[in-house]
Antibody, heavy 122, light 106 residues
């Protein structure tokens, strides 16, 4: 079964760092772009950026450039989303997604993780 | 960024009704448009891609149309299980979503 499974919910304080994960299985991890999507409480979906595990080519959406870092570990088929200094406004559910076409960015998100709730509060 | 605008924001219809949601792009995106369904507490699910192609396993009562800047998602005969929020997404360049349409069953 093709799936991505995300790490569990996190509760952090403002200023703390965080790295959440997304483990892929059932397909060739290195040949499909992986993306991250933010959903703030009661709000819509926002694309944060994408990364190609084959060579770590990374593209950030303008609103998220400099705010987060995407990375992968090919050896364990896992993608990561990290923050160096969290803010209360980072409180949201974060979804890991897979682009549906091998090697292709011009494709929709066919596989979604279950979401990771990140709560940032003092 | 390409802006995506959905209408209406909310709609209420009865079981068996046909419903249509519209999505407009701020510039032409060809047919690089997808529709997703999200139920409370769940991840979104891909319904339609490339404007009108039905994702495997999605009921045939869902259909999509359009190209360029104007697109529609139609549910031909609304079912209780269709109560959800629906999002359009353009994937021509940096991907962006519409703000969502909440579909309620009367």
């Amino acid at each position: 079964e093709v799936q991505v499974v995300q790490s569990g919910a996190e509760v952090k304080k403002p200023g703390e760092s965080l790295k959440i994960s997304c483990k892929a299985s059932g397909y060739s991890f290195t040949t499909y772009w992986i993306g991250w999507v933010r959903q703030m409480p009661g709000k819509g979906l926002e694309c944060m950026g994408v990364i190609y595990p084959g060579d770590s080519d990374t593209r950030y959406s303008p609103s998220f450039q400099g705010q987060v870092t995407l990375s992968v570990d090919k050896s364990i088929s896992t993608a990561y989303l990290q923050w160096s200094s969290l803010k209360a406004s980072d409180t949201a559910i974060y979804y890991c997604v897979r682009h549906s076409e091998a090697g292709g960015l011009t494709s929709p998100f066919d596989i979604w993780g279950q979401g990771t709730l990140v709560t940032v509060s003092s | 960024d390409i802006q995506m605008t959905q209408s209406p924001s909310t709609l209420s219809a009865s079981v068996g009704d046909g419903v249509t949601i519209t999505c407009r792009a701020s510039q032409s995106i060809g047919r690089w448009l997808a529709w997703y369904q999200q139920k409370p507490g769940k991840a979104p699910k891909l319904l339609i891609y490339q404007a009108s192609s039905l994702e495997s396993g999605v009921p045939s009562r869902f259909s999509g149309s359009g190209s360029g800047t104007e697109f529609t998602l139609t549910i031909s005969s609304l079912q209780p299980d269709d109560s959800a929020t629906y999002y359009c997404q353009q994937y021509n360049g940096y991907s962006t979503f519409g703000q969502g349409t909440n579909v309620e069953i009367k």
